[in-house]
């Protein structure tokens, strides 16, 4: 058993009865056993209890980033301002056709330095070779829900030795890491697989009784396929397949009609709120207040670092907060803490892990963050929460844990070794450029 | 006579000819001798050149935010996420109201420090009380364009006393701080100051010789304003009372019409684009690639810390390149190199001062500034402007010089004593909030 007392911090709890809280919070191996203004009673403490000193330091929830693809870290910068066709099939395909599972690693390694360095402690991952993904993310210490994203435009023995992959990784990975990992199935989207190719993925998940994740309605073009060849749009059509009597995350979620919302709304679908990867590709702007408005659960994404640039989930919770506000007209829209909410409980939520993840509660896992607030744009101490979303960065995130373990001390990761893992990134960028 | 010389750096020229060099750059007193690939010939160099290994390091040009009014630095997250009447009639004015001289000289200290450590060498400001303004960009070793904003809603006297005030400034502190202070003549706004009064300031800048700087077309409402009351919308109205025939500034300019847009390019007025405030504000969304097209010159401006809320130029620069990308729905508008530019070569233009800053040029003054590049959201190594806009952060900013002198060392201010000047601006916002 190890015990960790924070003592004086300042708790953005996220908890709807006491969002700020100043006091303390004691963890117990993996959970928070304490939080309260009053210091903990000796009861609730053990002898070898280890204790930090909480001020000028603020705590919240680890950051949930709930889509994107880590070992796309690799190809940062590769192509920027480009058109989305010649981006995806002049500079992504290929260069991804080449990757080895090496690359996988330490496009991956990358990512999750950069993530866990800016506060985010839990992340959904698409991707393929995703045993590497999932022996990272085992090993780092993070928290990861990952599924094999499929592409089903393909012969159909092609398409049943992915299937069986996607389920084989989902299978056996589900659970493990001490729980840190959760999985999913994924066909890539409704556009890049053909219907009974998708069924079959709903099929799968409910005899492994798992949840489904997807891309969906991302660009005007592929809603205007999906009506094209199947008669319906992508919401729709989705909902015809089956997709969701799972629970089910879509990410993007762009162009909706009222309906589509509705629809989403009656099935509990949540969305995956990727802004900032939106307007870098000029998909789009997606109709957040709305949806929130209808009852569906909004969640934060990063999307990969080739279409952001960077996986830093500050930056979408402030521009999901800027954005709508400037698109509605009205500034009143997406307050800072319904911003915040979306990075925290509502990527919870978006994930299935809404009891042990998000707030600073007792009885929650122990993954969250300090924020070092003695810098200046944290003065003068008015609003914590209006500080942390239009004002601050994952850079000042300090400390970080997950599952009760401190992974990033002082700014430093402690399980990853940051300059080999840069290092190996960069050999891998070369030798892609190269081969 | 001192001397830097920065041994084999990477360097964000802004160039048009050579963007990016990596090689070596020498400083002589508050101006660069020599910038190239190859080690400077030893008769460029004294013989106590001070030497620095720039090796792990990005220089570029300081960057310019061209909008703000750093005393309301002190407001930051006193009030958001509000309708904009309340936000400025409710929240802004009274505690305005407030301040006495020593609150203006706290708030602008801490705008100065996070500027300088966000890598911001130089910055506009209109304010009142603009005298401790201009003290503090003195003895901080920062460069300033100075103004002191009038409001004229008032009796005719009060009018003539601030006009008076006003001249006096800018004529007093033009030239100042070794030429690192200029200053401008600023009616607040064409909604907020009678035509009659305008006039008056025009007369004076053409008397003094000095450039204009106000407010124009932020919101819709102020827009129909004009029309109703003087018949004409703020472009043509200000073109009439004359302040287009002096080099003019603008702030804002949301709501243009392509009429007006070819008057600003046929009169030269350069454009501050604040497109952080303009969202959080729910103002709207400045036409700018169409601006740009047009030959207008379109600088940024962080606006004020109440309504951003922070003066990281870093963040208008990506956000500029992002924006313009989702609403226009084509992903080449405004690329990272032209972003860039407006926060570099375009603000140099914008404060009249292209052949002196904004680009690593010989004979151009040394402000400047190093990025820590090593950091994982700088990896792998493709792009560096790429990485410096989409994927990069004022917090990156590891040193700042202006004028020659090293303002920020290690990320820490040399000139200025940052814990005090934060327990400054936090007493200053107690009291004013308590009196």
């Known amino acids: 058993m190890s015990q960790l007392w924070i003592e004086n911090g300042t708790f953005i709890t996220m908890d709807e009865d006491v969002p700020v809280l100043t006091g303390h919070m004691v963890i117990t191996d993996d959970k928070i056993t304490y939080i309260g203004e009053a210091a903990p009673a000796p009861v609730q403490l053990q002898q070898d209890v280890t204790r930090l000193d909480g001020t000028k330091l603020a705590f919240l929830p680890g950051l949930i980033n709930t889509h994107g693809h880590a070992a796309m870290t690799l190809l940062r910068g590769y192509s920027d301002d480009q058109n989305l066709q010649v981006w995806l099939e002049e500079k992504m395909w290929p260069m991804e056709g080449k990757y080895v599972d090496h690359d996988t690693r330490s496009g991956t390694s990358l990512a999750i330095v950069e993530m866990l360095k800016s506060g985010t402690t839990a992340f959904v991952d698409m991707y393929d070779r995703m045993?590497?993904?999932a022996q990272m993310v085992d090993s780092s210490g993070m928290r990861g829900v990952l599924t094999r994203g499929v592409?089903?435009?393909?012969?159909?023995?092609?398409?049943?030795?992915k299937l069986k992959e996607a389920i084989a990784f989902a299978r056996d990975w589900n659970g493990k890491g001490d729980g840190r990992i959760t999985t999913m199935i994924s066909p890539h989207a409704p556009y890049t697989c053909p219907p009974d190719y998708i069924e079959k993925f709903v099929q799968a998940a409910h005899e492994y009784n798992l949840p489904m994740h997807t891309h969906m309605s991302e660009s005007i073009a592929e809603v205007e396929q999906n009506v094209r060849?199947?008669?319906?749009?992508?919401?729709?059509?989705?909902?015809?397949?089956?997709?969701?009597?799972?629970?089910?995350?879509?990410?993007?979620a762009v162009h909706l009609?009222?309906?589509e919302i509705e629809l989403l709304?009656?099935?509990?679908?949540?969305?995956?709120h990727n802004p900032i990867s939106n307007l870098k590709l000029a998909?789009?702007?997606?109709?957040?207040?709305?949806?929130?408005?209808?009852?569906?659960?909004?969640?934060?994404?990063?999307d990969s670092a080739a279409s952001n640039n960077n996986l830093n989930l500050f930056e979408e919770i402030r521009m999901a907060a800027l954005l709508h506000k400037g698109i509605s007209g009205d500034p009143t829209a997406i307050p800072a803490i319904e911003a915040l909410r979306m990075g925290t409980v509502y990527g919870a939520r978006a994930i299935w892990q809404e009891q042990a993840l998000g707030q600073l509660k007792v009885g929650m896992k122990a993954d969250f963050i300090a924020i070092d607030t003695e810098k200046p744009h944290y003065y003068p101490k008015t609003d914590i929460i209006s500080h942390l979303v239009y004002s601050g960065s994952g850079q000042d995130v300090k400390h970080v844990w997950v599952d009760g373990k401190q992974l990033v001390k002082n700014g430093q990761c402690t399980t990853l070794d940051e300059e080999k893992i840069r290092y190996e990134a960069q050999a891998s960028f070369e030798r892609l450029l190269k081969s």
Chains 1, 2 share one sequence.
Do not use: N
């Open 283 to 302: 998909s789009g702007i997606a109709r957040v207040p709305d949806l929130l408005r209808a009852g569906v659960t909004v969640a934060l994404g990063t």
């Open 265 to 272: 709304a009656a099935r509990g679908v949540a969305v995956s």
């Open 131 to 133: 045993d590497e993904v």
């Open 229 to 252: 060849d199947y008669g319906c749009r992508p919401v729709e059509h989705l909902d015809r397949l089956g997709v969701f009597t799972r629970p089910a995350l879509v990410a993007h």
């Open 257 to 259: 009609t009222e309906g």
């Open 151 to 161: 592409i089903g435009l393909c012969p159909e023995e092609v398409q049943q030795a």
